[in-house]
């Protein structure tokens, strides 16, 4: 590119990189760190063909067109959100509640009778009725009523970290199960 051409690529960016940069962040959605990335990667496209083209302007627009045009056919689901500060739950979003949630609640049942952890799992991890946890047991449905009543009294009572919700909810909650009665 001779001295002359490089001057006049100059004067046109110096001229226009604001009106070509609004335009920018229309066509990316008000992505301003993404509008300047396609304005620039739109120039040095126009830059190498500086010297063929006659509407220096037209031409950089089309190629910003053409380019963001391909960015919304090219998106990927694995990009990374840009913020400008670190989201207020960062504990929460990145999923370590919920293993830890998990953790607690297989503490907890390790406190309780083997039987009393059985009638539990099968109620709310296994997602089984009363009359399916009897039959499994074989028990009665109403030795199956009182013994899922106590122990849930005495996991509420030896694992307050659980929170104050019903305790069948804290403890469906790590695998989304909850009892058929409870369900809408």
């Known amino acids: 590119m001779d001295p002359q051409d490089n001057e006049s690529f100059r004067e046109f960016v110096d001229a226009r990189w604001s009106a070509l940069l609004r335009l920018a962040n229309l066509l990316t959605g008000g992505d301003r760190h993404e509008a300047e990335d396609l304005v620039q990667s739109a120039l040095m496209k126009a830059l190498g063909r500086w010297r063929h083209v006659e509407n ?8 910003m ?10 998106r990927r689901p694995h990009r990374e959100p840009t913020f400008a500060a670190p989201p207020r739950d960062a504990g929460v979003a990145d999923g370590t509640g919920a293993a830890d949630l998990r953790i607690t609640v297989r ?9 009393q952890r059985t009638v539990l799992v099968l109620r709310y991890f296994e997602d089984l009725s009363e009359s399916e946890v009897a039959a ?3 028990c009665s449905i109403g030795t199956v009523r009182s013994t899922t009543h106590r122990s849930l009294a005495r996991l509420r009572a030896q694992a307050p970290e659980l ?3 019903p305790a069948a909810d804290a403890i469906t909650a790590p695998l989304g199960n909850a009892p058929k009665g409870a369900r809408a």
């Not at 220096?56 to 190629?63: I, L, Q, S, T």
Request: hydrophobic share 40%; proline share 3%.
């Open 56 to 63: 220096p302007e037209a031409y950089v627009r089309k190629v």
């Open 65 to 74: 067109y053409r380019q963001q045009i391909s960015r919304w056919r090219l």
């Open 107 to 115: 503490q907890a049942l390790a406190r309780l009778t083997a039987r």
């Open 136 to 138: 499994v047991l074989g």
């Open 163 to 165: 929170g104050g919700g």
